[in-house]
């Protein structure tokens, strides 16, 4: 089976523009989380949804971050206008079943650099 | 606020040793375990998964639970070369997310 999927890889952008980093969860999986990783900070959740719907963006640093899930195969984060603090990497994970009690799936991540 | 912590480490253990790697969580109704592992530059991996109070095993690692002291623990048998990486031990709970800590570095010496 295909893992969690994510895209770029690696995004290098100057401060302002707008970044788009995309996932497809694991096909049947329920639950879709985004997450960001910094060294200081470690792995933060920014928000997850459940059959597409958004339960939890408490994590979500500002009003210069949205996500969506419009369907249960994807899922976008947009950071607009962009900053260098944005700078980390963002990873997706998916789970089945109940979150919380069931193990999370990562992607490989997207290696964000604002300039 | 929930709080899962571990020692940032580096824990550094020689090449067939066992290797302990520790987490305290705070919040008393939390009911599943996870042991995550990063090497550097990768996502975490799902080493290990306990939801009862014991220990369960898994070839050379076994988890460790004890919810009366919010405790739990990974030791890693016949440490190798290859078992060098983060080490991130995550906790879930009522809201249905997970908590991670910051992870623990482990180097294994040849």
């Given at each position: 089976d295909a893992g969690v999927i994510q895209s770029p890889r690696h995004e290098v952008t100057?401060?302002?523009?707008?970044?788009?980093?995309?996932?497809?969860?694991?096909?049947?999986?329920?639950?879709?989380?985004?997450?960001?990783?910094?060294?200081?900070?470690?792995?933060?959740?920014?928000?997850?949804?459940?059959?597409?719907?958004?339960i939890d963006d408490s994590g979500m640093p500002e009003d210069r971050f949205s996500a969506k899930m419009p369907n249960a195969s994807f899922s976008t984060l947009k950071i607009q206008p962009s900053e260098p603090r944005d700078s980390a990497v963002y990873f997706c994970a998916s789970s089945p079943g109940q979150a919380g009690y069931q193990p999370q799936h990562?992607?490989?991540?997207?290696?964000?650099?604002?300039? | 606020q929930k709080e899962v912590e571990q020692n940032s480490g580096p824990l550094s253990v020689p090449e067939g040793a066992i290797a302990s790697l520790n987490c305290t969580y705070s919040d008393r109704g939390s009911q599943s375990f996870f042991w995550y592992r990063q090497y550097s530059g990768k996502s975490p991996e799902l080493i290990m998964f306990i939801y009862s109070n014991g220990d369960k095993e898994d070839g050379r690692f076994t988890a460790q639970l004890n919810k009366a002291s919010q405790y739990v623990s990974l030791l890693?048998?016949?440490?190798?070369?290859?078992d060098s990486a983060t080490y991130?031990?995550?906790?879930?709970?009522?809201?249905?997310?997970?908590?991670?800590?910051?992870?623990?570095?482990l180097s294994v010496k040849p």
């Open positions: 100057e401060m302002g523009q707008e970044v788009t980093l995309r996932c497809k969860p694991i096909s049947g999986h329920d639950y879709l989380f985004w997450y960001r990783q910094t060294m200081m900070r470690g792995l933060e959740l920014l928000i997850y949804f459940n059959n597409n719907v958004p990562f992607g490989d991540g997207t290696r964000l650099s604002i300039l | 890693i048998r016949d440490s190798q070369p290859s991130l031990c995550a906790v879930g709970g009522s809201q249905g997310n997970l908590i991670f800590g910051k992870g623990t570095k």
